[in-house]
Every structure is written in structure tokens, then in C-alpha cells.
């Protein structure tokens, strides 16, 4: 099952320590921000002016708004804050412009990096961000090393659990989810009658369900039934930021989609509003299964 500490953290934090979030878009955020008090360590809010979801359960805590933009003031605010760990938690739907950043000291470090990083995709940028701070003073931790509850156990999650037909397509979609993730283009794909039919891309794993709800009725899968939805970190990712994830939305959307469950890599995957996620699939008869990781963690 998964796991279900409903206080502390997997990460052995100073009593002393300050943990600030980057908050930005869906439910992560708000989840890691409750974990952290629960376990005593109320944290500081950085909300990402326009992606931050949610934000009356975020300014509960002390917050501070940070445009994309204004990236380069970043290290001076968390060190105005005396904040020690970070966690990047949640979406971003868009890139930092560089023709719109102010100028400053700061940012006049980073721009190499950042110009560096925005080359090499998702993943790249993440992890010369993470680089960045650490060099700055700043330890970047993971929101599953600090919340453990949110990880994605190994098994079965719900009562239902795959067929014989259904690791077939659990094969071949994870397979394309890999290969797709080593290009960093996504983290999920869909496989049914043992091939896969569908790519994440950017529109990500909603737009993706959708695509397939609409394939449906498209030649080559008429008639067919049931299909799995993959999800799995991407090869050499940095597990610090941006593990895959399932919320109740994907669970819905999967079960319009005509799909029999959902697989993810343990230990590499969040899951997240956990019960709610895996009381809905068993209400609507879906799997959901945690994989053995591919892969030791990178990035911890």
C-alpha cells in the first residue's frame, strides 16, 4: 500500500532549519506545506506570480511573491528570509523570459546558466537551478524527502490489480514513457492491446488522457478495451523537482479514457491526495500499481 504517515518527514531536518517552498501550479504545494507543519517546521511560501494554484491554503503560512522574471533576486531573497532548504514544488507552465528579466547583480550570475539551461530542456534547467542554490548556501531537497507520504509504494494500491492482457501494456508503455523521458519531452505514456498508442507531451498527462478518450473511436483501436497509463521519472532526472505524479483528476480522466488502471514508479512517483486518489479508483474498479524503480535515484 502506499505509504500513509500523516506527520514528519523522511528527511532529517535541523531543528533550527528554515524550509521555504517555490510554489507553483496544482495540489503539491499545498500538500508539502501542511507535512512541513505538521512535522514542526512551518515554512516560508514563495508563490510563482501566475502559476501558484490554490493560494488561500498557501498564505496561511509567511509568504512572498516572485515573479519568473525576477529569478536573478531569488538567492537574496532566501538569504533576506534565512532559508536553508527548499523545496520546488509544483508546476510551471512557462519558461522565464529572458528579454523581460530586470536587471540585477544577481541576475547577471545566472544568466549563463539559465540561457545554459533553457537549451537543454526541463530537466537541464532544473538541474543547474538546483546546482545554483546549492552553491549559494541553500540545500534543494525533494517534496518526497520531506513528506513521505506522498511516495508511491511498490504493489498493488488498490483493490483491483493488472490482468495478464494489462502487463502487456504496462511494458509497452512504460518502455515509450522511458524513451520519451531520455529525449525530456514527458513522463507518460498509454498503451492498449499491448502497444503503445500515445505520447505525453506538452499538454501533459490530462491533455494526453484526453487525446486518448478521443482515439477511441479512431480505426485501429475500435474495439479494443482496457489500456494502461504509464508514468515514470525520466532517465537521470533530477528527483529533487518534477516526479511524476497522480492526483484524482488523473484517475477520472483515465477512467474516461476508457483505461484499466494507471502504473507508476515506486519511490520515484507522488501520489498525490493519496486516499482520495485510491478510494476513487477502487469505487470505479481501476488499478493503480506502484513499479519496481528502473533505476537508483538521482539527485537525493
Same mark, same amino acid.
Given at each position: 500500500?502506499?505509504?500513509? @504517515?500523516?506527520?514528519? *518527514?523522511?528527511?532529517?531536518?535541523?531543528?533550527?532549519?528554515?524550509?521555504?517552498?517555490?510554489?507553483?501550479?496544482?495540489?503539491?504545494?499545498?500538500?508539502?506545506?501542511?507535512?512541513?507543519?505538521?512535522?514542526?517546521?512551518?515554512?516560508?511560501?514563495?508563490?510563482?506570480? !501566475?502559476?501558484?494554484?490554490?493560494?488561500?491554503?498557501?498564505?496561511?503560512?509567511?509568504?512572498?511573491?516572485?515573479?519568473?522574471?525576477?529569478?536573478?533576486?531569488?538567492? &537574496?531573497?532566501?538569504? $533576506?528570509?534565512?532559508? *536553508?532548504?527548499?523545496?520546488?514544488?509544483?508546476?510551471?507552465?512557462?519558461?522565464?523570459?529572458?528579454?523581460? /528579466?530586470?536587471?540585477?547583480?544577481?541576475?547577471?550570475?545566472?544568466?549563463?546558466?539559465?540561457? /545554459?539551461?533553457?537549451?537543454?530542456?526541463?530537466?537541464?534547467?532544473?538541474?543547474?537551478?538546483?546546482?545554483?542554490?546549492? %552553491?549559494? !548556501?541553500?540545500?534543494?531537497?525533494?517534496?518526497? +524527502?520531506?513528506?513521505?507520504?506522498?511516495?508511491?509504494? +511498490?504493489?498493488?494500491? *488498490?483493490?483491483?490489480?493488472?490482468?495478464?492482457?494489462?502487463?502487456?501494456?504496462? @511494458? &509497452?508503455?512504460?518502455?515509450? %514513457?522511458?524513451?520519451?523521458?531520455?529525449?525530456?519531452?514527458?513522463?507518460?505514456?498509454? %498503451?492498449?492491446?499491448?502497444?503503445?498508442?500515445?505520447?505525453?507531451?506538452?499538454?501533459?498527462?490530462?491533455?494526453?488522457? +484526453?487525446?486518448?478518450?478521443?482515439?477511441?473511436?479512431?480505426?485501429?483501436?475500435?474495439?479494443? *478495451?482496457?489500456?494502461?497509463?504509464?508514468?515514470?521519472?525520466?532517465?537521470?532526472?533530477?528527483?529533487?523537482?518534477?516526479?511524476?505524479?497522480? !492526483?484524482? $483528476?488523473?484517475?477520472?480522466?483515465?477512467?474516461?479514457? !476508457?483505461?484499466?488502471?494507471?502504473?507508476?514508479?515506486?519511490?520515484?512517483?507522488?501520489?498525490? @491526495?493519496?486516499?482520495?486518489?485510491?478510494?476513487?479508483?477502487?469505487?470505479?474498479?481501476?488499478?493503480?500499481?506502484?513499479?519496481?524503480?528502473?533505476?537508483?535515484?538521482?539527485?537525493?
Amino acid at each position: 500500500m502506499m505509504k500513509t @504517515e500523516t506527520a514528519g *518527514t523522511a528527511l532529517d531536518l535541523p531543528s533550527d532549519a528554515k524550509v521555504g517552498i517555490i510554489a507553483g501550479g496544482g495540489t503539491l504545494p499545498v500538500e508539502v506545506a501542511a507535512g512541513l507543519a505538521e512535522a514542526g517546521h512551518p515554512p516560508i511560501i514563495i508563490l510563482v506570480d !501566475g502559476q501558484a494554484d490554490r493560494q488561500s491554503d498557501l498564505t496561511i503560512y509567511e509568504h512572498e511573491s516572485l515573479a519568473l522574471e525576477d529569478i536573478g533576486s531569488l538567492a &537574496a531573497l532566501l538569504r $533576506r528570509r534565512r532559508i *536553508t532548504h527548499l523545496v520546488l514544488a509544483g508546476e510551471i507552465r512557462r519558461r522565464p523570459r529572458l528579454v523581460d /528579466m530586470r536587471p540585477s547583480l544577481g541576475l547577471l550570475a545566472l544568466i549563463p546558466s539559465v540561457a /545554459m539551461a533553457l537549451a537543454r530542456g526541463d530537466d537541464g534547467l532544473l538541474k543547474i537551478l538546483t546546482r545554483g542554490l546549492e %552553491a549559494r !548556501g541553500v540545500k534543494v531537497v525533494g517534496a518526497h +524527502e520531506v513528506v513521505s507520504r506522498l511516495v508511491a509504494a +511498490e504493489g498493488p494500491l *488498490t483493490k483491483a490489480v493488472p490482468r495478464k492482457s494489462d502487463w502487456r501494456d504496462i @511494458e &509497452a508503455a512504460r518502455t515509450a %514513457a522511458k524513451a520519451i523521458g531520455a529525449l525530456d519531452i514527458g513522463q507518460a505514456a498509454i %498503451a492498449i492491446g499491448g502497444r503503445a498508442i500515445a505520447l505525453e507531451g506538452v499538454e501533459g498527462t490530462h491533455g494526453l488522457l +484526453e487525446r486518448t478518450q478521443q482515439l477511441r473511436g479512431h480505426g485501429r483501436l475500435a474495439g479494443k *478495451t482496457r489500456g494502461v497509463l504509464v508514468k515514470c521519472a525520466k532517465p537521470g532526472q533530477e528527483l529533487r523537482a518534477d516526479l511524476p505524479s497522480i !492526483g484524482p $483528476r488523473t484517475v477520472e480522466a483515465a477512467h474516461a479514457a !476508457g483505461l484499466a488502471g494507471i502504473a507508476v514508479e515506486a519511490g520515484h512517483s507522488l501520489i498525490l @491526495e493519496g486516499p482520495i486518489v485510491l478510494a476513487r479508483a477502487n469505487a470505479l474498479g481501476l488499478f493503480v500499481f506502484g513499479l519496481p524503480a528502473a533505476e537508483p535515484g538521482h539527485g537525493n
